[in-house]
């Protein structure tokens, strides 16, 4: 079965500056696609950014980018010039190709100062 | 608003009696999940359907928990005799076709039992 691990509990940055989470995984399975979900304090999970794992590039939404190492197994988001609003919980996920269900790891609380 | 919606958003119930949460996914995605997630944790993975099949349930889905997607539209999830350790949120989410797209969800249905 795969497995998500983020191992930063917590994450602070300055407003205006770029933060990392990292997020490793494992899975011997070479088809996956990987997510990252953020979910503010009201709860709803909201979709930020996929990688596919045969995907050459690197993916990027705006100010969100995902560096991709797959030999390292690692999927970590970087969030360019930071906001007050992106205070929330970030959440890396998995999902395979050969089954439908995603997994999710434990997550990172992501607090913007001022 | 054509976005994945869960009812009641909130419960309250004592230990003991049954509640049961709806879920009204994208109209158009043939593939609808259930999540479990506990303050400080991601969404655990509880059932997944695709169209009115339940494909897969997870271990943490007990004999209390009981899913349903009779029309392969609206889905259910009902839990007996609820006991404190189910106090959760209970998301709801959707896709369409493969694992290579997007999860969306719900947001939620807080569940508390006093």
């Known amino acids: 079965a795969q497995k998500i691990t983020q191992t930063q509990p917590g994450m602070f940055v300055q407003e205006k500056e770029a933060v990392t989470l990292d997020c490793t995984y494992d899975?011997?399975?070479?088809?996956?696609?990987l997510f990252w979900y953020k979910q503010p304090s009201s709860g709803e999970m909201i979709f930020l950014i996929y990688?596919?794992?045969?995907?050459?590039q690197n993916a990027t939404e705006g100010r969100y980018s995902l560096n991709f190492q797959k030999a390292r197994k690692s999927a970590n988001l970087v969030i360019s010039a930071s906001q007050l609003g992106d205070s929330a919980m970030y959440f890396c996920?998995?999902?395979?190709?050969?089954?439908?269900?995603?997994?999710f790891g434990a997550g990172t609380r992501l607090t913007v100062k001022p | 608003d054509t976005g994945v919606s869960q009812d009641p958003r909130h419960k309250i119930t004592k230990r003991g009696q049954n509640v049961t949460f709806r879920c009204d996914p994208i109209?158009?995605?043939?593939?609808l999940y259930w999540y479990r997630q506990t303050l400080g944790q991601g969404p655990e993975f509880l059932t997944y359907?695709?169209?009115?099949?339940?494909?897969?349930k997870s271990r943490l889905l007990s004999d209390r928990f009981s899913a349903e997607r009779p029309k392969g539209s609206f889905s259910t999830l009902e839990i007996q005799r609820t006991e404190q350790g189910d106090s959760a949120m209970y998301l709801c989410?959707?896709?369409?076709?493969?694992?290579?797209?997007?999860?969306?969800f719900g947001e939620g249905s807080w569940l508390t039992v006093v």
């Open positions: 109209s158009e995605h043939n593939r």
């Open positions: 996920a998995m999902s395979l190709y050969n089954n439908n269900d995603m997994r």
């Open positions: 989410a959707s896709r369409f076709g493969g694992s290579g797209n997007t999860i969306y």
């Open positions: 359907f695709q169209n009115e099949a339940q494909l897969e």
């Open positions: 990688q596919g794992s045969y995907d050459q």
């Open positions: 899975t011997s399975d070479p088809s996956y696609g």
